[in-house]
C-alpha cells in the first residue's frame, strides 16, 4: 500500500542551525501538508500546500518556516534558526483530492530536537 | 477560532465497549476525523462522518451530530492493542485544514 514516507526519522540540532525535513507523498496525491506535535501536547497545523504554492498557513508557520516542492516527488520543510521551543515531531500528511476526500495520510514523523 | 474537546484519559477493560466523547466549535465544517496514535508514532485513519449518524467498521463505529457539536466513537470487544491515544479531528469547509483535539488517551486493562 502507498505510503508518505519521511527522512530524517530523528534528527539532533544544535540552536539557531538550519534543518531540512523532507517528505514524498503519495504519488497522485495533489494536497500536501505539515503538522507538529510537540511531546505530550495535540497534533497542529502548519501549513498546507496545492499546486506549488501554498494554500493555507497557521500562526506557528512564520517567516522561520518555509516550504517547497523542488521536484516531482519531494516536499520539503525549512526551518531556520531553530530554537529550543521547535522541539518536536513533524508529520507530513499527503491528501488526494483536498476537501472532497476521505481522510489525509500521515507519515512516520520526523523527530526533530534542538538542543 | 477552532475548539475541539475530548476527555484527556481514559481507562476500560479488556473485551468491555468504551465510548470517546468530542465535542467541537468551529467556523467551518466539512467533515469529522478519528484516528489512532500509538506513542511515538504517526496517527492512523479509523472512521469519517459528514453527515448525522453512526457508522459502522467492524468494532468502531462513529456517530455525529452537527447540530450539536458532537461526535463519538465507539470500540467494542476491547483488546489490549486498543490502548493508544484516539484524536478526533475537524476538517474545515476549505478542506485543507484539519484542527486535532488534544488526545484522549485508552488504557485497556485486563
Known amino acids: 500500500e502507498p505510503e508518505v514516507t519521511q527522512t530524517p526519522s530523528h534528527q539532533v540540532t544544535q540552536m539557531g542551525q538550519e534543518v531540512i525535513l523532507r517528505c514524498v507523498p503519495i504519488?497522485?496525491?495533489?494536497?500536501f501538508y505539515w503538522y507538529r506535535q510537540i511531546l505530550g501536547q495535540k497534533v497542529e497545523f502548519l501549513v498546507s500546500?496545492?499546486?506549488?504554492?501554498?494554500?493555507?498557513k497557521s500562526e506557528i508557520f512564520d517567516d522561520q518556516f518555509s516550504v517547497e516542492r523542488p521536484d516531482g516527488s519531494n516536499f520539503t520543510l525549512k526551518i531556520r534558526s531553530t530554537k529550543l521551543e521547535d522541539s518536536a515531531m513533524y508529520f507530513c500528511?499527503?491528501?488526494?483530492?483536498?476537501?472532497?476526500?476521505?481522510?489525509?495520510?500521515f507519515g512516520e514523523g520526523s523527530w526533530l530536537t534542538v538542543v | 477560532g477552532q475548539n475541539i474537546d475530548q476527555p484527556t484519559e481514559m481507562t476500560a477493560t479488556e473485551g468491555a465497549i468504551v465510548q470517546i466523547n468530542c465535542t467541537y466549535q468551529?467556523?467551518?465544517?466539512?467533515?469529522l476525523f478519528w484516528y489512532q496514535q500509538h506513542a511515538g508514532e504517526a496517527p492512523t485513519f479509523l472512521s469519517y462522518?459528514?453527515?448525522?449518524g453512526l457508522e459502522e467498521k467492524g468494532r468502531f463505529s462513529s456517530f455525529l451530530s452537527r447540530s450539536k457539536g458532537y461526535s463519538y466513537l465507539l470500540l467494542k470487544e476491547l483488546q489490549m492493542k486498543d490502548s493508544a491515544s484516539y484524536l478526533c479531528?475537524?476538517?474545515?469547509?476549505?478542506?485543507?485544514?484539519?484542527?486535532f483535539g488534544t488526545g484522549t488517551s485508552l488504557t485497556v486493562i485486563p
Open positions: 479531528a475537524v476538517r474545515d469547509r476549505t478542506g485543507n485544514q484539519f484542527y
Open positions: 504519488s497522485n496525491h495533489l494536497y
Open positions: 462522518n459528514v453527515l448525522d
Open positions: 500528511a499527503s491528501n488526494p483530492q483536498g476537501a472532497a476526500g476521505n481522510t489525509i495520510y
Open positions: 468551529t467556523s467551518g465544517f466539512n467533515g
Open positions: 500546500f496545492y499546486n506549488n504554492e501554498i494554500s493555507e
